[in-house]
């Protein structure tokens, strides 16, 4: 039995959506999502993927024979969203900034610097919400929304807001796309690269436009 465990973790790839869900299913969309917006250090996980992928899995004939149940998906992506966020923001009135300061990830104290931008920037709500999609800021806002006291009630009324658009509209979107296209799943692989790019894209935007702030503020200042 230790064996077969372990032959089963050496499988698992986590930064594999098809792996994670063809090996835990929707327990394993709700532990990713607790871990990416919960932990610190679930920052590097696949989220916006595994949640696309996920609802293509749900349509049927998924690769591998995967098949996964929407009215499984749903709520564990739900829950795992919205109880790893309010547990990070926490774990930041606790002494999130501590935490941080400790961890040595270069994009994780990058995307501290994006979420108290967005925090600054378009306020308590719509910074919670924008967070969500974005890869990273979504993992460090949350404790960084308790480290700033962030007052409890706004935080978890938004947090819950934009983690029902963000999970529900993922699913549903893989879900639509799915059940539109014959035999999607052949295309996994490259529709999953797509979603990592799309993701990917306002966190190297913010971080361009940033960069040229901070080159202007010099240029002003010599």
């Known amino acids: 039995m230790a064996a077969a465990q372990s032959a089963m973790a050496q499988a698992v790839n986590v930064l594999d959506p098809g792996s994670l869900l063809s090996t835990f299913g929707a327990l394993g969309v709700a532990v990713v999502l607790f871990a990416e917006t919960g932990l610190l250090v679930g920052f590097f996980l696949p989220g916006d993927s595994l949640l696309f992928t996920a609802g293509l899995l749900c349509v049927g004939g998924g ?15 739900v829950a795992g969203a919205l109880l790893g966020a309010q547990t990070g923001y926490w774990i930041g009135r606790r ?19 994006r979420a108290e931008e967005l925090l600054a920037r378009y306020g308590h709500a719509k910074a919670v919400v924008l967070a969500r999609f974005v890869p990273v800021v979504r993992t460090v806002l949350n404790p960084l929304a308790g480290a700033l006291d962030v007052p409890v009630r706004v935080f978890t009324v938004w947090q819950v807001v934009g983690g029902l658009v963000w999970t529900v509209g993922l699913v549903l979107g893989g879900y639509a796309l ?45």
């Open 63 to 77: 690769r591998g024979g995967v098949h996964l149940s929407l009215p499984q998906v749903l709520p564990a992506a």
């Open 95 to 113: 002494g999130g900034r501590a935490l941080l300061a400790r961890s040595r990830a270069r994009k994780l104290h990058e995307g501290a610097e």
């Open 178 to 222: 799915g059940s539109s296209i014959p035999n999607v799943d052949h295309y996994l692989l490259p529709l999953v690269a797509l979603i990592v790019i799309a993701s990917l894209t306002p966190l190297v935007l913010e971080a361009r436009r940033a960069r040229a702030r901070r080159a202007s503020s010099s240029e002003a200042s010599s």
